[in-house]
């Protein structure tokens, strides 16, 4: 043992504490320390402790007792001094099994036997194992207790021993390894494989659980256990698992089987340990505790060394911050299924919401072609008066084919001037008009990977429709300001009330572009012409209405239900609904009577539509033919005047003249 170059004051019982020189220039020797002393070091010989290493200052550092407790001050070193691998500012407090670092120097400080013994007859309760204990207990029990690591500690100037290069290659396997865990079963039993791969420990636990600020052991539950004997299972020591969840320290501890307060408190005893140790599982800088790590070697000729309690705790730091992985994973997991099916509900809303209601031979003829066409990527025009349910058969188009998953963007190309219409549907650039503040996403690339619907497409521009023929050609389009080719994935629905042959006739609407809309069309027919969907929609109305007001649905009287039957319908279906909802409203009874219905009177000097008599009740006239009678009746009406027929019957002239061509009908002569 090295002797100090002054001993005045040494206490007689002996040494109160220790350095003990683990490397550098005094590797091997031992220094004591005595209370009421300084003991100074530095590479001047007037220190204590002398050292020849010029990294060190000539007075370095000094260590003293300070009412009971043992202090650790740095005289502003050039290089600092470093306590467990951290640099210290100003008096840090010492603790039995601290590593002191002065450039190679490394010392281990150690309370006294004497110090640590005293009173021992009558142990008080912090001496005991049911209470943690400050310093360090007797021979055969605590070894060594320590919350930091070399591992965690790169720039430490000590040079990295061989063992420990190789742990450090050890744990960076195990951290990918880890990584690949799917649960928490799985990730303990790779870290309790990997602890006995690395340390003498022929048995082991994992246990985790909620612990309590009390650090009450009873609350972890046992998640991986191994045994090199195949020995059973026993409860392992709450004794020292109270002092690691009290202190966030680990644990080593020798010779376990002969001593009584160890040996005969718990399970210890009888797993015949000779060694132990145990570490708790922290994240969060050790605010929050998972759970322990027991080790326990059985063999007296290879017990478990301070090097291995190092490892553990390195490899519980990487283990509680897998767990902390695992559980965020677990969480988005949880939340991602309960977004899904929050989504598969609200779909399913949205489908009850816009689905297509009706049972006549137009709706079901409808139904079959978008059946037969949803499944492919075609473009598809729809054609129908105002308020016929075009979207709706845009929504059916895209929930039935493999985009379904992906958006539905709607656009009303009639809604917004011609320049804001190309920044809606193109997006922009910061900057690149007045109120341009920031870049701007459009309504194609919202789109990318499902479906654009635009509404009322015949209201495009002609510079508008040069760009969005080349979208639909599959060609890159750049925003309104930008340079960056943008290119996107989507399936274009467009429709129109318009009569677009005259407006291609007129120069108003882009050949081309008519050519590459008209891959295929659909016809909506309005609702006069499909009388025997108005129950159905009305019923279906009030259904909504009374879901939405959170109230017993109401009824149609049958007095109320011809009425419906009865009127011409201008606004086809979103006149019927809207005059549906206000039925609801106004009306006090819970049926609804003629009196409640209030029609426009738009539909007032149209014909009426033709009402089978009793006699005609059971002759079969398909709706068609229902039709064809219907305007020829009205250009007999108006004297073949089309216009005025069409307003009338509330279309558009060039939709009527379809339809003459198809029933392949001219004007008599006269």
Known sequence: MAVMNSDNGASPAGPDAFLYAQAGSLEGESFELYRGQVASIGRSPTNRVVIADEVCSRSHCEVFDRGGRWILRDLGSRNGTRLQGMLIDGDTELRSGSIIQLGSNVFEFRLSKHVENLND??????DTLDEPDTGL???????HRAREHRYGFPNTETPPTDRTNLELARLYRLALDMGGATDVKQLSQIVLDALFSVTSADIGAILLGDVDRQANPSRLAIVAYKSLKELPYQRVSDSLSRIVLEDREGVLARDVSLDRRLANRDSLGELSAESVICVPVCSNGHDRVHGVVHLYATNSDNPLEKEDLEFVLALADQFA???????????????????ESENETLREQLDQQFRLVGESPAMVRLR??????????????IRGESGVGKELVARALHNGSSRRDGPFVTMNCAALSETLLESELFGHEKGSFTGATARKIGKFEQAHRGTIFLDEVGEMSAAIQSKFLRVLEGHPYERVGGGTPV???????????RDLETSVEAG????????????????VEPLRSRQDDIPLLAHHFLQRFARKSGRPPKALAPSALATLKAYHWPGNIRELQNTIERA??????EVIGPQDIQLSALGAGAPPV???????????????DLEQRHILATLEHTGWNKSQAAQLLGIERSTLDRKLKRYDVERPRR
């Not at 609801?584 to 009874?589: A, D, F, G, R």
């Open 121 to 126: 007859t009558t142990l008080s309760p912090r």
């Open 610 to 624: 033709p009402v089978a008599t009793p006699s005609e009740e059971f002759q079969v006239e398909s709706l068609e």
């Open 487 to 497: 290119k996107v994935d989507v399936r274009v629905l467009a429709a129109t009330n």
């Open 508 to 523: 108003e609407f882009r050949k081309d572009l008519y050519f590459r809309l008209q891959v295929v069309e659909l016809d």
């Open 321 to 339: 911050v897998a767990l902390v992985n695992l559980e965020s994973r677990e969480q988005l997991k949880a939340g991602l299924v309960q977004a």
């Open 137 to 143: 207990l007797s021979a055969p029990e605590i070894l």
């Open 584 to 589: 609801v409203i106004l009306s006090p009874e």
């Open 368 to 381: 079959e072609m978008i059946q037969r066409i949803s499944g492919t990527d075609a473009t598809v025009l």
